[in-house]
């Protein structure tokens, strides 16, 4: 039986990062409209107020309570805002998780999420967009105290695991976590789109 992992943003969810402007997805395009709140000033966040709250150490509730003041947006409810952020910026990779399916079918595997996530989002993705229904665990950084690439969070995983009898199989679209997976054991590979996965060789094999 192998481990095969997969970050959530950028592989099972569209990014706003994507170096092919064709593939971009932006939850935030009718914030303005729909919140009062221009782009810019949300961007901010993730600068001066997310400090502490991908590794658990701050509720992100807290958080946007004391941003959302600091760009004139007090009249907009954190939860409100959370909800609309989260159904918005989960446009899945369908043709990435059909894959994965055929994998799960018609291989030995064990199928996980290694991603960097705060507590509310990683329980969005684990029960309202259902992906427990096809992972068997998810490894995320609030829930393990650090974020990828700091070699401590694959340590963590890697003691979650347990003995493998092969290196953990792992898709990432930032370079960064993919080297530090390779310095911890794995066998990392950066994804750009769905066919770094099927094309893989170990993949295809067990897909045929």
Request: hydrophobic share 40%.
């Amino acid at each position: 039986m192998r481990a095969v992992l997969f970050d959530v943003d950028g592989v099972l969810i569209h990014s706003l990062f994507h170096p092919d402007a064709s593939r971009i997805r932006s939850w935030k395009q009718h914030l303005e409209m729909d919140f009062g709140i221009s782009v810019e000033d949300f961007k901010k966040f993730f600068k001066l107020g997310y400090k502490g709250v991908a590794t658990g150490e701050r509720s992100i509730v807290d958080a946007l309570d004391a941003f959302l003041p600091t760009i004139g947006a007090n009249h907009v409810n954190s939860l409100d805002l959370l909800e609309y952020w989260f159904k918005n910026d989960t446009p899945l990779n369908r043709p990435l998780l059909d894959g994965i399916k055929r994998l799960q079918r018609g291989a030995d595997v064990k199928l996980y999420l290694a991603t960097n996530q705060e507590h509310l989002r990683a329980f969005y993705l684990w029960h309202e967009l259902k992906l427990s229904h096809l992972f068997d665990d998810m490894y995320y950084s609030a829930r393990l105290g650090c974020k990828k690439p700091d070699p401590s969070y694959f340590d963590g995983v890697n003691a979650r695991l347990g003995d493998q009898s092969q290196p953990p199989l792992f898709f990432d679209d930032s370079q960064g976590n993919v080297d530090a997976a390779n310095n911890a054991g794995w066998e990392g590979v950066h994804f750009l789109t769905e066919d770094d996965f099927l094309n893989h060789p170990w993949i295809k094999e067990q897909l045929k």
